[in-house]
């Protein structure tokens, strides 16, 4: 009875939704970062503290070669930090935390099986099946929901929670320790991705996906997005550079930070002044920093709001829209695996019979980016087209303060807390406990 209690408050905001306009703050914050200068010097730190900003989509690509930062030491924060932005990013992230939650699961659809993205995915052999799918990204989402809970130290300048500093090291060197691994299966034998005595694992919806390569066909997506520019098209693991490059983390860091700053009334996110979103960018540029990004390849490093928007929609374009074509059956598996995963760690183990994985497809690529799937609605049961109205309006739901509230909540003590609690035994609210633990790779 507990997942039809959830549909039904999820049902209830849904119909009190309204919508809004971003509204503009009284004043907006100077540029964060300077013009982007390949030959600009800041090894004296001192002369300035804004950072240069990040290099050109167009320049991206030279990422591809150069591997994340490494980290010999405990993190450090970057000398542009800006404790005042932080706050107001954290701030932004809690007031909408279903919204950027959910904003990276309608990405998903185009990163899991992003070509860059697979490989990496497949080597560490933990997005097998929808449970091991779910544990790794609940892993990572409770460590993203410790980074924006943990604010500022008031005993010092400038200088963020011990539990996120911890977090960001840990993190960066387990991205390390897979990079390794991948290079090591890259030239020996490999596991299997897939565990034969497991028939879970097999999971693949071939009418569903077939059916979906028809409604891309036939969308209405320039020609020149629908493949991969030709040093994603012809990358081999084998021949290029890393598989956790800086390429490949600038993806991941707009896939989790950006998506409410290029789309936010797609998220419900309709009340937000200019300040919200410059200090919610900031807060990512802080985490990417924290991952291992070069400023050059940090998208959170952004002169203004418009020049970041323009930004990533060059990023959305170039880089994620091919997915939706180029897709292949390994990374359509795992992009179910992790669906079935994330609505069964919400309403229960066969809660995907009522929020399959069609739906959540048609929430992330019609509803979301705006491609009609009608192909992929008409395979929709009758129960399931009975919540599909209802759904695509959630995130309008979240334009209002009381439903917003109300959700959020939800989402913290159903899919946080308890899901923590069954599939990793730890507590969320413990940020010690998330910081040290709170991992699967």
């Given at each position: 009875?507990?997942?039809?209690?959830?549909?039904t408050?999820?049902?209830?905001?849904s119909?009190?939704?309204?919508?809004?306009?971003?509204?503009?703050s009284?004043?907006?914050?100077?540029a964060?970062?300077?013009?982007?200068d390949p030959?600009?010097d800041?090894?004296?730190?001192l002369d300035?503290?804004?950072?240069?900003c990040?290099?050109p989509?167009?320049?991206?690509?030279?990422?591809?070669?150069v591997?994340?930062?490494?980290?010999?030491?405990?993190y450090k924060?970057?000398?542009?930090f800006?404790?005042?932005?932080?706050?107001?990013g954290?701030?932004?992230a809690?007031?909408?935390?279903?919204?950027?939650?959910?904003?990276?699961?309608?990405g998903?659809?185009?990163f899991?099986?992003n070509k860059?993205?697979?490989?990496?995915v497949?080597?560490t052999g933990?997005?097998?099946t929808?449970?091991?799918?779910?544990?790794?990204y609940?892993?990572?989402?409770?460590?993203?929901?410790?980074?924006?809970?943990q604010?500022v130290k008031?005993?010092?300048?400038?200088q963020?929670?011990?539990?996120i500093?911890?977090s960001l090291?840990?993190?960066?060197?387990i991205?390390?320790?897979v990079?390794?691994?991948?290079?090591?299966?890259l030239?020996?034998?490999?596991?299997p991705?897939l565990?034969?005595?497991?028939?879970?694992?097999?999971?693949?919806?071939?009418?569903?996906?077939?059916?979906f390569q028809?409604?891309?066909?036939a969308?209405n997506?320039?020609q020149?997005y629908?493949?991969?520019p030709?040093?994603?098209?012809?990358?081999?693991?084998k021949?290029?550079?890393?598989t956790m490059?800086?390429l490949?983390?600038?993806?991941?860091?707009?896939?989790?930070?950006s998506?409410?700053i290029?789309m936010?009334?797609?998220?419900?996110i309709?009340?937000a002044?200019?300040e919200?979103?410059?200090?919610?960018?900031?807060?990512?540029?802080?985490?990417?920093?924290?991952?291992?990004?070069?400023?050059r390849?940090?998208?959170?490093?952004?002169?203004s709001?418009s020049a970041?928007?323009?930004?990533y929609?060059d990023?959305?374009?170039i880089y994620?829209?091919?997915?939706?074509?180029?897709?292949?059956?390994?990374?359509?598996?795992m992009?179910?695996h992790f669906?079935?995963g994330?609505v069964?760690?919400?309403?229960g183990?066969t809660?995907?019979?009522?929020?399959?994985v069609?739906?959540i497809?048609?929430?992330s690529?019609e509803?979301t980016?705006?491609i009609?799937c009608?192909?992929v609605?008409a395979?929709?049961?009758i129960?399931?087209r009975?919540f599909?109205?209802?759904l695509?309006?959630?995130?309008?739901?979240?334009g209002?303060?009381?439903?917003?509230t109300i959700?959020?909540?939800?989402?913290?003590?159903?899919?946080?807390?308890?899901g923590a609690k069954?599939f990793l035994?730890?507590?969320?609210n413990d940020?010690?406990?998330?910081?040290?633990?709170s991992?699967y790779?």
């Amino acid at each position: 009875m507990e997942r039809f209690r959830v549909l039904t408050i999820i049902l209830l905001c849904s119909v009190a939704s309204g919508h809004g306009q971003n509204r503009r703050s009284r004043y907006v914050k100077e540029a964060q970062c300077e013009t982007w200068d390949p030959n600009r010097d800041i090894s004296n730190k001192l002369d300035s503290y804004t950072p240069s900003c990040a290099a050109p989509v167009s320049l991206l690509e030279s990422g591809l070669y150069v591997p994340i930062a490494p980290l010999d030491d405990d993190y450090k924060l970057p000398y542009w930090f800006n404790s005042t932005l932080w706050n107001i990013g954290q701030k932004f992230a809690q007031k909408n935390i279903f919204s950027v939650f959910l904003s990276p699961i309608a990405g998903a659809s185009m990163f899991i099986t992003n070509k860059l993205k697979e490989p990496v995915v497949i080597g560490t052999g933990k997005s097998g099946t929808p449970h091991t799918s779910n544990v790794r990204y609940l892993a990572t989402m409770l460590q993203m929901k410790s980074w924006f809970e943990q604010g500022v130290k008031a005993s010092s300048k400038g200088q963020i929670s011990d539990h996120i500093i911890k977090s960001l090291t840990k993190v960066r060197r387990i991205h390390r320790a897979v990079n390794r691994l991948n290079a090591s299966m890259l030239y020996g034998d490999s596991p299997p991705y897939l565990d034969p005595h497991n028939t879970e694992a097999f999971t693949y919806d071939a009418a569903m996906w077939d059916a979906f390569q028809k409604d891309m066909d036939a969308s209405n997506v320039p020609q020149q997005y629908r493949d991969y520019p030709d040093h994603v098209k012809y990358y081999s693991p084998k021949t290029a550079g890393p598989t956790m490059n800086q390429l490949l983390f600038s993806l991941v860091q707009w896939a989790c930070g950006s998506i409410p700053i290029l789309m936010p009334e797609r998220f419900g996110i309709s009340d937000a002044t200019e300040e919200d979103l410059l200090g919610y960018m900031h807060l990512w540029a802080v985490l990417g920093n924290g991952l291992g990004i070069e400023d050059r390849y940090n998208v959170g490093l952004q002169p203004s709001l418009s020049a970041a928007k323009k930004h990533y929609q060059d990023i959305f374009n170039i880089y994620f829209l091919p997915t939706l074509f180029q897709a292949k059956p390994d990374g359509q598996r795992m992009l179910e695996h992790f669906y079935r995963g994330f609505v069964r760690n919400l309403l229960g183990q066969t809660g995907d019979s009522i929020i399959s994985v069609h739906q959540i497809l048609l929430l992330s690529i019609e509803d979301t980016i705006g491609i009609p799937c009608p192909r992929v609605k008409a395979q929709l049961g009758i129960v399931q087209r009975a919540f599909r109205v209802p759904l695509s309006y959630v995130t309008q739901a979240l334009g209002r303060q009381t439903p917003r509230t109300i959700i959020n909540e939800l989402i913290k003590r159903r899919y946080f807390i308890s899901g923590a609690k069954r599939f990793l035994n730890l507590n969320a609210n413990d940020p010690a406990e998330i910081a040290e633990k709170s991992y699967y790779f």
